[in-house]
């Protein structure tokens, strides 16, 4: 609730102190539930007066390996999510938007205020899990179609559905076409590193990763310049995505698209880049470093992996009918 006061208001960085810093130390659900959620804002910061960390909760400073796991894989994406977030943070200067929108705020036509869900930006929609004991909640999604980050699955939007969100999930939407810049998955900081075991964007921005669905035509214009497009168009067949990467100044080391929720019936989608059919490797794990390739994962309903070196491009994915 502070976080989305204060952003409209000219705070547009806000950061609770994760498990809290009054009453703790927290259980483990408050705390799993928690760094899920401030992973998706502003400001991802640990803080409890009795020194809690994700590998020492509790007055005994127990090591969980379940709270560690999902703590690391949260703390991972709220670091990738550095150039979707900081294209926003720039944007501050002329149109002073703030970056964690509420729901009431950012599509007024809904009628509704819930103090519990918001925006990240324009295209990620949070809806955290605010009660004890509970593993499912209640999705307002506004105008559009959203595709659930970690399924794949696309709803029509201007509907109410519910979504299971057991200990360490936290209910997540990307708008359905809207590409989402984010780093590699191995980053560990933004900032400058001198031991060389810790993966620095501020050492090698290296290349650009976009996680994307389907959808209508969508341009996200990155702080460096970058311009990625993505467009779906319908076939008599099933789908053609199209996707061109404009690359600005930062980030000229190539891209990685992950083009998901395609349906689990698309493992052999034909797909081309700069007009050039690309060869397609068994895992992704195979993909050359360098040249142009693509690859199939179930993942995430259905995960085409596209490569691409530096410069310019124009990819396209045809996709048969998705087979849900």
């Keep these: 609730i502070g976080g989305l006061s204060l952003g409209p208001s000219g705070f547009p960085f806000y950061g ?9 130390p927290p259980n483990k659900e408050t705390y ?11 400001v991802m910061q640990v803080g409890t007066n009795s020194n809690d960390l994700p590998w020492a909760l509790g007055k005994d400073k127990v090591l969980d390996p379940e709270v560690l796991d999902a703590y690391r894989m949260y703390a991972r994406l709220h670091m990738r999510l550095f150039p979707y977030v900081w294209t926003y943070a720039k944007a501050l200067a002329t149109d002073g938007r ?35 004991g509970v593993t499912s909640r209640e999705v307002i999604l506004p105008t559009g179609a959203w595709t659930d980050w970690w399924t794949g699955e696309t709803h029509a939007g201007d509907q109410t559905i519910t979504r299971d969100a057991p200990l360490d999930v936290i209910p997540l939407f990307a708008a359905a076409g809207a590409p ?4 590699r998955e191995t980053i560990d900081t933004t900032a400058v590193a001198v031991d060389p075991s810790v993966d620095s964007f501020g050492n090698d921005p290296g290349r650009l990763f976009v996680s994307v669905s389907p959808g209508p035509q969508t341009t996200f214009t990155l702080y460096d310049g970058t311009e990625v497009t ?3 168009t319908q076939t008599d067949d099933g789908r053609t995505v199209s996707i061109s990467v404009a690359p ?6 190539g891209v990685v698209i992950e083009l998901y929720g395609v349906g689990v019936g698309n493992s052999e989608a034909t797909v081309r880049s700069n007009g050039a059919a690309l060869s397609q490797t068994a895992t992704r794990a195979e993909m050359p470093s360098s040249d142009a390739a693509w690859s199939w994962s ?11 070196p530096a410069g310019p491009q124009s990819m396209t994915v045809n996709l048969a009918n998705a087979d849900d």
């Design 230 to 232: 993505q467009e779906t």
């Design 180 to 183: 989402v810049p984010m780093l």
């Design 32 to 42: 799993m539930r928690w760094f899920s959620q401030t992973a998706l804002s502003t």
């Design 298 to 308: 179930d993942s995430r309903g259905g995960t085409v992996w596209l490569q691409a």
């Design 248 to 253: 600005g100044e930062v980030f000229i080391q």
């Design 16 to 24: 609770s102190d994760t498990g809290g810093y009054r009453h703790a």
């Design 98 to 132: 703030a970056i964690q929108r509420p729901l009431g705020l950012a599509y007024p036509e809904l009628g509704v205020h819930p103090w519990d869900t918001y925006l990240l930006g324009d295209h990620l929609l949070v809806a955290p899990v605010v009660e004890a």
